[in-house]
């Protein structure tokens, strides 16, 4: 069945290429000019691992230090926490964008600094942030997750609040945060095709620009899809494996 | 009073607008055995918890040790240092193993080396007879093997005073009297005890004292002798004809 779904739409496409409106040469790799098109077009594949990797990593980090005082006990700490949250994630990825790329280097002129910010870096940053609102989301609902007592039982044991997470709480929660924080990765591979919009040769600016010489629009976002779709897939494989190690190690 | 291990004067506690708590007085002394019984929601085990501090009282005095309990982390420490719980839920920590589980508070907490806190923790192990179950994970073993554990994992931190808190209402009948000998023997060799639990048998094998109660009050208090045969309130009366019964 699962194959069935997978060749449907190959076959269509196939059937489709003999009628005049396809016109899979402009990336046929059998030619020289189809391949030189196809190598542009994958040459993308660098930044987007790149954007996407960098800005996973801020992402946790950043998202750690947002969690931890929406579960503290003081109000004033949990106020911090809802107010980036709500704030960040109501915000359309595109506009934040902007504001980071044209906006936030005024910003830093204001203030008398000179701080440049460049495509990679805008995207990056841009990404980070706003994956950091749902990350930070995956960690208080993780760390929340695990019950009470545990941590009561900590207490009667002598365990201060820092040996209480880092012994205690933690290693319990993290096999709950890891498989939704490594899905979150996902969203951000696929969020990183807006930095086209900034001018980061990443896939889908290589897409778009080789469509404004070769008026292919169709066979070219066909290909892109399917190079997006080849990383989502592996990235999920990742997931499916450390779910898989986690779920092992809790049998265990 | 000098060997009074626990003192409760006027302790009042409220959730939101809910009285959990009427004005507690009670004295637990040194190696006496206090049993709290009473119908769920009755406050009962909101007093052990105040005693180690899980809950905040509001108004009133604890005193461990005749230290008095206070809003700051450190009393809060000194306390749980005196202090061993034993939960219903045990509450095992079930990424460690048995061994991890009964040395993580000794090591992180009291500064012994691992050395030290594994041998005092096989000693302990053997002490509620599982000395063989050390490397198991608490998953591995019986709800009554695991509750010993959450014993032993308490005596570890060697406390003055070790509070139960329905010990046995999470197991299966056929495991309680396992778990029930072991705090048998834990009160003949002279641990103070403070025990929330329905195990009358329990109560009045090692009972120095029992407490009744209701509605966030203590209603009835007595030796065991008298609590059982003629109690004097009419709630208590009822809630013994019914837990007696069977």
Redesign the interface.
Known sequence: MKKLLLIAPLLLLAGCSSSQTWGWYVIDPTTASGWTNVKFLVSGMWATIQISLIAAVLSIVVGLMVALPGLSEKRGWRLVNRVYVEFIRAIPLLPMLFWVFYGLPIVFQSMGMNVPIDPFWGAIITLAISDSAFTAEIYRAGIQSI?R??R?????????YV?TMR??IL??AIRRILPPLANQFIYIVKMSAFASVIGMQELTRRANELVVTEYRPLEIYTLLIFEYLILVLIISAGVRWLERRMGADER? | MPDAAIELVGVNKWFDTFHVLKDINLTVNSGEKVVICGPSGSGKSTVVRCINQLEKHQKGTIRVDGVELTDDAKSAATIRSEVGMVFQQFNLFPHLTVLENLTLGPIKARGLSRKEAEEKARLYLERVHIPDQADKKPIQLSGGQQQRVAIARSLCMEPRVLLFDEPTSALDPEMISEVLDVMVELANEGMTMVVVTHEMGFARKVADKMIFMDAGEIVEEGKPEHFFTNPQSERCRKFLSQILQH
Do not use: S, W
């Open positions: 019950a007592g545990q009561e039982a900590a207490q009667t044991i002598g365990l201060n040996q012994y205690v290693p319990q265990g």
